[in-house]
């Protein structure tokens, strides 16, 4: 491997020691302590999962949690009385709902009721318009922790291309919206997308967030580029044993580390960062909220 490893665990330990510094002096001088409401509602188990290790880490910077499980067969009206009831509690400053919810559920409306000056997860229809025009917002867990990583390694990323490969709204689209607010060329690329191997050719920085295991091989990969790679795909692993399974990335990590300057690796990259960025996120709602100053290196 020729590629220097860019440590997203190591990264995220970091910001979350920064955010626990900023919240130890809220309370000193403040008296305030930020609070996290997270609401999931059914039984859907790798979003237990998500919930309880946010949870911890939410505690472990000194923040308040607050978990909110919801039957699965919740109807919206409730749904929607609990947001509302959030919205108005003073000691909430962060709500994430976790997704994806049921089915009966409409998404959109739920994430739109959301007090945006609250919305964490930066997909309120407000914060969205924000991120869109270049304004002060509320940023994407996942896109802000690709950001913060590619400053760290690059300093200024002025000039650069990218190629964000993915057009989701939680990904692909705000990734975009960041990279060209620190002034890079930005394509985006897509199932459509026509010759998809010159595309990424031509990138200084490749962000791949598709959903498909190992897809983007090292033969793609300009030499010295930076690779983001956002993908998390389970895939079956009989070396460890019958029925075992390993993460991968959306990216090839052993063709792709020979020519890449700089690589995040699957599991250990952008993972870590997506909670990290949430405990920034509230921390900077927190601050908001009450007109003091944003946490320097957390916000975009
Ligand atoms: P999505 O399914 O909403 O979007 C996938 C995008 O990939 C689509 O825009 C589609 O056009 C594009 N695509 C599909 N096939 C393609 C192809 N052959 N060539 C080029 N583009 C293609 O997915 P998402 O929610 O944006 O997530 C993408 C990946 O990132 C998933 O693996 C997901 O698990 C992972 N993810 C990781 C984190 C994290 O914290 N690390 C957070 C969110 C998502």
Known sequence: MTATLIDGKAFAASVREKVAVHVARL?????????????LVGEDPASQVYVRSKGKMTNEVGMNSYEHKLAADTSESDLLDLIAKLNADSNVNGILVQLPLPDHLNE??????????KDVDGFHISNVGLLGTGQKAMVPCTPLGCLMMLREHHGSLSGLNAVVIGRSNIVGKPMANLLLGDSCTVTIAHSRTKDLP???????IVVAAVGRPEMV???WIKEG?????VGINR???????????RLVGD?????AAEVAGAITPVPGGVGPMTIACLLANTLTATCR?????EPEGLTA
């Open 289 to 293: 909220a009450h007109d003091l100053a």
């Open 108 to 117: 959109d409306l739920v994430i739109n009721a959301i007090d945006p000056a």
């Open 251 to 255: 990216v090839d990590f052993a063709s």
């Open 217 to 219: 091989p090292g033969s």
């Open 225 to 229: 580029a930076t690779v983001i790679d």
């Open 198 to 204: 010159d595309v990424v050719r031509s990138a200084d």
């Open 27 to 39: 309370k000193d001088e403040h008296g305030i302590t930020p609070g996290l409401a997270v609401v």
């Open 235 to 245: 895939v079956p692993a009989p070396e460890k044993g019958e029925g075992k399974t």
